[in-house]
């Protein structure tokens, strides 16, 4: 078995531990003589794996009681249609873009209502985070918008926009789980899971109970009303059974760490251990400016493309796969989500700084 380092920006690794151990159970979970995969979703054996999940991420975000927890499918994209289709009142919404996932959650909600973006910093190519400090935001919005982690150009919220009575969305999807968060300060949370949790296939959704309404937008269809699915326990349809089985190992696997903030300081460890590389090289160059830094998406490039496909091209053959950038950004983006080993960022900065020194 020959595992490599990967650091796709998603679907991404996931333990090694999980794995191993939803293949232990693959032909026989815990004696039912069946897969998870082959199983009804209304089973005895189904409704534990996902109220366990459950519970599992309740206790490891400390999400207060109010709030429900919601598995759906559709990814994160179906979110950018379904939160204003839910959250809608007045129809008018504030956005800050800070890179092209939230580019293109306020580009959807356009096509429901009144959406407006309030700030943004695609006049730097969004290598920063718009200072949330001096916004105003429309009396009459219905939420803010953000997204706390944009994994494209590997920037990150350092605080959050004070929104007072104003519910605060954001989309967490490449920082799920990395550190611990104070749910009670945001109208909802999301995140697709493919990223930092689980399989793709699956969405959290982290919705406060009085933003799961009725009155939603008239079109909005039953399947993607926060109502019918918080109402039905994520079970009005068939969900995302095997994928809601793997994030539930990667919970377990996270609260056998430590918890959030365990992990937390371990992402910082790993963080630290590439940017301080980068800060000193000659070669490679961080793109996001370092106050907005993510701990998760660390796009860099050499200045040079050519350099750029060679280092991408050696570094594959020394087992470090996926490193090549985002279009929109060129070079190359290592992620280094929660089940990035500590040992595979120290082997992507050897290989570096190996490169640098043949390279200079
Ligand atoms: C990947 C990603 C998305 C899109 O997720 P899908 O599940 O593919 O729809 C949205 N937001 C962020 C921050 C992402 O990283």
Request: proline fraction near 5%; charge should be negative; aromatic fraction near 10%.
């Amino acid at each position: 078995m020959a595992r490599v380092y990967n650091f796709s920006a998603g679907p991404a690794v996931l333990p090694e531990e999980v794995l191993s151990s939803a293949a232990a159970e693959m032909l026989d979970y815990q004696g039912t003589g069946m897969s998870v995969m082959e199983m009804s979703h209304r089973s005895a054996a189904f409704k534990g794996i996902i109220e366990t999940a459950e519970q599992d991420i309740r206790d490891l975000m400390n999400i207060p009681d109010n709030y429900r927890v919601l598995f759906l499918q559709g990814g994160a994209t179906q979110q950018f249609a379904a939160i204003p289709m839910n959250l809608m009142q007045n129809k008018v919404v504030d956005y800050i873009v800070s890179g092209n996932w939230s580019k293109k959650a306020f580009k959807e909600a356009k096509l429901y209502g009144d959406a407006r973006c309030i700030a943004s910093s695609e006049d730097e190519n969004f290598t920063y985070v718009p200072d949330v400090d001096g916004l105003t935001f429309s009396p009459d919005a219905d939420y803010v918008y953000i997204c706390q982690n944009e994994t494209v150009y590997g920037n990150r919220y350092t605080k959050l926009p004070e929104t007072g009575d104003i519910p605060l969305v954001s989309d967490v999807s490449s920082m799920f789980l990395s550190e611990p968060m104070d749910v009670s300060k945001y109208g909802l949370i999301y995140g697709g899971v493919q990223k930092n949790v689980g399989p793709a296939g699956v969405v959290i959704v982290i919705v406060r109970d009085d933003l799961i309404r009725e009155d939603v937008l008239p079109f909005t269809p039953t399947i993607m009303r926060y109502k019918t699915q918080a109402d039905a326990g994520s079970l009005s349809n068939t969900p995302p059974c095997y994928g809601i089985y793997m994030c539930g190992k990667v919970f377990k696997w996270l609260k056998g760490l430590g918890g959030l903030e365990a992990m937390q300081k371990l992402n910082e460890e790993k963080a630290a251990i590439l940017y301080d590389y980068l800060d000193q090289s000659k070669l490679f160059s961080g793109t996001a400016k370092k106050e907005f830094r993510s701990l998760m998406n660390v796009p860099f490039v050499t200045g040079n493309p050519e350099l750029d496909a060679k280092f991408i091209a050696e570094a594959k053959a020394a087992g470090i796969e996926n490193i090549k950038g985002h279009r929109s950004v060129g070079g190359m983006r290592a992620s280094i989500y929660n089940a990035m080993p500590k040992a595979g960022v120290e082997a992507l900065v050897q290989f570096m700084d190996k490169f640098e020194r043949e390279n200079a």
